[in-house]
C-alpha cells in the first residue's frame, strides 16, 4: 500500500498545485495531501514541506496582511508514506503585522517547525535594492533536463553513471518547477563563487501574491545546498574523500521585498556560500525577477559531509 502511495504521489507532484495543496481538518489544522522524495534524498523534498506549511498558516491569516518572511528548522526526515499534520497557531496580532507558528507532525512526531511573519503592506515608504546580475536571458539557457541527457549520452560512459544522468533528467521533467543554468562557477572579482539559475513554475495560471508567495518558498530550496558542495569540489557519484555523503537542510529562511512577481515568469536564483566547515554549509541567495526586481532574499544552512571519517571518540579530562 505504501508503494502504491507513493508512486501516486510522484505522479500528482508534476503540478505545483497539487504539491503544495492541504486539507484543512479544522479552525487551524491541515493535512498534506500528497508528498515528494527527489532522487536520492533522505526524506521529502524540504522545499515541499516549507510551501505546505505557508499554505496552513496563510490560511489562517487575514489577507489583508502579506507574508514577508518566513524561518523554519527541519527536525527530522519525513516519509512520504505518512501525510503530515501542521498546526498553525496564531502569536501575535498587531496593526501591520502578524506573526504564526507552524508545526508540522507526522506519525507522533515533531518533523518540522515555521515561524512566519505577515505585514499589511507599506509601499510609500524608501526602498533600495542590489543590481541583479548580468546573465544569458532564459531563451539562451538550456533546460536541466536537456543538459543531464546530453550528459548521459557521451561516449565511453560507466552504465551507473548514465542511469543517474537518466534519472536526473527524468526528474527535471517531471518537477513542477523548469530549470535553467544561467552561470554556473561564476567568480567575481573579489573572488566570490556565484551559481546561477533561472526557474518558472511550470503551466500555472495567474495566481494571487498569497499563493506565488509559497510557490517560491518551494523553490528557494531547489539546488540551494548543492552550492556549498560544489564549491567544495563534492560529488554524490563518486567515492572517497571527494565524494559527497550527506547533504541534509537544518534551517531556511526567506525575507521577501515584492507582491507583484509571478513564479510563473522567469526568476533568477543567485546563490552564494560564504562558508563550509565542521560538516555544516551555509548558503545565501537572491532571486530577482526578469525585469531585476530582487523580489526575495534567501538563506539556509545544512549538514554537508564528505565521505572521511573522523577520528574515534576521545575521552574528556576531568578536573
Known amino acids: 500500500m505504501e508503494s502504491s502511495t507513493n508512486s501516486m504521489n510522484q505522479v500528482e507532484h508534476a503540478q505545483i498545485s497539487t504539491a503544495l495543496e492541504v486539507e484543512r481538518l479544522e479552525v487551524n489544522l491541515f493535512r498534506s495531501k500528497s508528498l515528494w522524495v527527489p532522487t536520492r534524498a533522505r526524506g521529502v523534498f524540504g522545499g515541499q514541506v516549507i510551501s505546505q506549511a505557508l499554505v496552513s498558516a496563510t490560511n489562517c491569516v487575514d489577507s489583508a496582511f502579506g507574508l514577508h518572511s518566513l524561518h523554519c528548522y527541519f527536525l527530522t526526515s519525513a516519509s512520504p508514506a ?5 498546526y498553525v497557531e496564531r502569536l501575535r496580532q498587531g496593526r501591520s503585522y502578524v506573526a504564526c507558528s507552524v508545526k508540522a507532525v507526522q506519525k507522533g512526531s ?18 533600495h535594492q542590489w543590481t541583479m546580475p548580468n546573465v544569458p536571458v532564459p531563451a539562451e539557457c538550456e533546460l536541466e533536463e ?3 541527457m546530453q550528459m548521459s549520452k557521451q561516449d565511453g560512459l560507466h552504465p551507473k553513471l548514465k542511469e543517474y544522468f537518466e534519472n536526473y533528467a527524468a526528474e527535471r521533467q517531471r518537477s513542477p518547477i523548469a530549470v535553467k543554468a544561467a552561470k554556473l562557477h561564476d567568480v567575481s572579482e573579489d573572488g566570490t563563487v556565484r551559481y546561477m539559475y533561472w526557474m518558472q513554475a511550470k ?30 569540489g563534492l560529488k554524490s557519484n563518486s567515492r572517497g574523500p571527494n565524494a559527497l555523503a550527506m547533504s541534509s537542510t537544518i534551517d531556511h529562511s526567506v525575507w521577501f521585498y515584492n507582491d507583484t512577481f509571478d513564479c510563473g515568469d522567469w526568476l533568477l536564483y543567485v546563490m552564494v556560500s560564504p562558508r563550509t566547515g565542521s560538516g555544516r554549509g551555509i548558503m545565501h541567495g537572491q532571486l530577482f525577477t526578469r525585469q531585476g526586481t530582487l523580489v526575495a532574499v534567501t538563506s539556509q544552512e545544512g549538514v554537508l559531509r564528505a565521505d572521511i571519517r573522523g577520528p574515534g571518540p576521545e575521552t574528556p579530562a576531568k578536573l
Open 203 to 232: 503551466n500555472i495560471p495567474a495566481y494571487e501574491p498569497h499563493f506565488q508567495k509559497c510557490i517560491l518558498g518551494y523553490l528557494s530550496d531547489l539546488y540551494f545546498i548543492g552550492t556549498a558542495s560544489r564549491i567544495l
Open 82 to 86: 505518512t501525510p503530515i499534520v501542521y
Open 146 to 148: 536537456e543538459r543531464f
Open 110 to 127: 515533531l518533523i518540522f517547525i515555521l515561524m512566519c511573519s505577515f505585514q499589511k503592506p507599506e509601499p510609500w515608504q524608501p526602498s
